[in-house]
């Protein structure tokens, strides 16, 4: 799909907030609230916006600790990479799971309570897995979202 | 502090940010007039920080994603700040964290195709200051993206 420079605005708009109404976006842009909603909605229905994520402070909630974790797996051919996924992807701390190349199979991305509650989970669910070796962890202190090239 | 009911409404809003309030109030037993006392204290208090719409590069055309781990010269004392300033000037660079451990920063790079991972990877990111080392992992596919706490 192709942008025009509206399409772009909305994405960028809708990119640092989407609770705000068709009718104020519009506004901002000089759009009538029907067009704008149009246009959200052909970005919707071409699979542009893949859908909408709640911004929630990890702390505030009792999420002081957030890893991401490199996992290089011990016995290659011998674990199925399906089942491999499907387990560690169940695991409710895992917030996000990527198939990679190059040093690392998998990078993956955990939160935690604190540090005692991240290594609980690495000993007992993560190190546990069949097939898992070596594995880098690496604790998160900041992070920033970018709006990427639009 | 959050009580069990702040729990309940925060799992449903982060599994449909898009539910409204009258269909929430219902969910959790209350009423309309009291969740919305709730989204306002989660909101001033800055749990609930609000929403953003999730885009999906690869259909923009965006086909190749890479985790670029680096390690910085940190006998240079504004190291952090000089890389992090000008990784913010590069268009491809959707995501930039900093780490406590092996790796210094992280940047997350989308390119259209190879080729062009390539020149941006050469006229962009090489040229980032005080890179002391990079490691480069490509995305094979992404089997987990939702980002949600397990709350």
Known sequence: ?150 | MLDDIDRRILRLLQADPTRGVPELAEAVDTTPARLTRRLERLRSDGVLRGSHIVIDWKALGYTVSVSLRITLDKTVSRAFDDFIAAARAVPEVIEIQTFLGRVDVRLSLIARDLPDYQRIYREQVLTLPHIADIEALMTVATVKSDESLPL
């Open chain 1, 1 to 150: 799909m192709t942008l025009d420079d509206l399409d772009c605005a909305i994405l960028r708009a809708l990119s640092a907030n989407a609770d705000q109404s068709t009718t104020r976006l519009g506004q901002k842009l000089g759009l009538s609230q029907p067009a704008t909603w149009r246009r959200i909605k052909r970005l919707q229905d071409a699979g542009v916006i893949a859908g909408r994520r709640l911004e929630l402070d990890a702390e505030k909630v009792g999420f002081g600790v957030t890893v991401f974790l490199g996992v290089k797996l011990a016995t290659k051919g011998r674990v199925s990479l399906e089942d491999f996924e499907r387990a560690i992807g169940a695991i409710p701390e895992v917030q996000t799971v990527d198939h990679v190349l190059g040093l690392y199979d998998y990078r993956l991305r955990v939160v935690a309570r604190d540090l005692a509650d991240f290594e609980r989970v690495l000993r007992r669910r993560i190190m546990t897995m069949p097939g898992v070796g070596n594995v880098e962890a690496n604790v998160l202190l900041s992070e920033e979202r970018r709006p990427g090239p639009i």
